[in-house]
């Protein structure tokens, strides 16, 4: 098998993704599918990456599984998050090529550039509780975006990131509800046949990705000042949903 220069490209990017999660703790699949669209199709970029997704997510919940809040993981997230999904695979059925591609640069810039104002000008807002019906909503919401682009982490986060938990225990329950989710897209795509032999072999090719942006991203979080490099992380995310924004919408033209 042929390594494209593409496929290089995109393990650097996958190598950048899984360093920006390990040094801040969240981003990596948005950071996957932003740059990562840029050299092949949104619906590539998640079937090569979220089977890799459970080498970072089982470590961290078999690590610190005593830690997982299973209330909160059974009673109102996976719950919610499944209905999302559900609804989510009824509208791939009817969505497709540049609307797809459209609607994620845009979802990624509103995010982005919420984060990156927040971030800069709305100190201690993000410690503020939200209301049970908003949360709920953002869950079910949070669903929907998993379900259609493996990336529902920013949402999850602002549902369930006042909810008094300590640090392990939300970086080990969100770990744990990302491996059940994605355990069932997977498991829908290979009923649908997604999965052929070249597509195993390029995934398997990635796994060294997950290793090395884990030990970079260790480095980056003791070398780069954690605020700065969010900031930084934020701007290039906004840069690149400009990218596909354009592109995307030059399509429908």
């Not at 969100?174 to 070249?198: K, P």
Request: one cysteine or more.
């Amino acid at each position: 098998m042929t390594v494209e220069p593409v496929f290089l490209l995109f393990a650097l990017v996958l190598v950048t993704a899984y360093a920006v999660q390990t040094a801040i703790g969240f981003g990596g699949m948005l950071v996957c599918l932003t740059f990562g669209a840029q050299f092949m199709g949104i619906q590539e970029v998640i079937l090569l990456v979220v089977p890799l997704s459970f080498l970072q997510t089982g470590y961290i919940a078999f690590r610190d599984r005593d830690a997982i809040d299973s209330p909160l993981l059974f009673k109102r997230v996976l719950p919610l998050m499944g209905l999302g999904m559900g609804l989510a695979f009824l509208l791939l059925t009817r969505l497709g090529g540049p609307w797809l591609g459209l609607a994620f640069g845009l979802m990624v810039l509103v995010l982005s550039s919420r984060d990156l104002y927040r971030l800069r000008f709305a100190s201690g807002v993000l410690d503020k509780p939200i209301p049970r019906a908003a949360s709920a909503s953002a869950i079910f919401g949070a669903g929907i975006i998993h379900g259609i682009y493996a990336a529902g982490g920013p949402l999850l986060v602002y549902a369930i990131g006042r909810e008094g938990l300590g640090k392990k225990a939300f970086r080990s329950t969100l770990s744990m509800i990302w491996i059940v989710l994605n355990v069932i897209l997977v498991a829908r795509f290979i009923l649908v046949g997604e999965y052929d032999r070249a597509r195993i072999i390029r995934v398997l090719l990635l796994v060294p990705t997950v290793p090395a942006g884990i030990l970079l991203g260790e480095w980056v979080h003791n070398k780069v000042d954690d605020r700065s490099f969010k900031v930084a992380v934020l701007v290039l995310l906004m840069a690149a949903a400009i990218s596909l924004v354009v592109r995307y919408s030059a399509q429908l033209i």
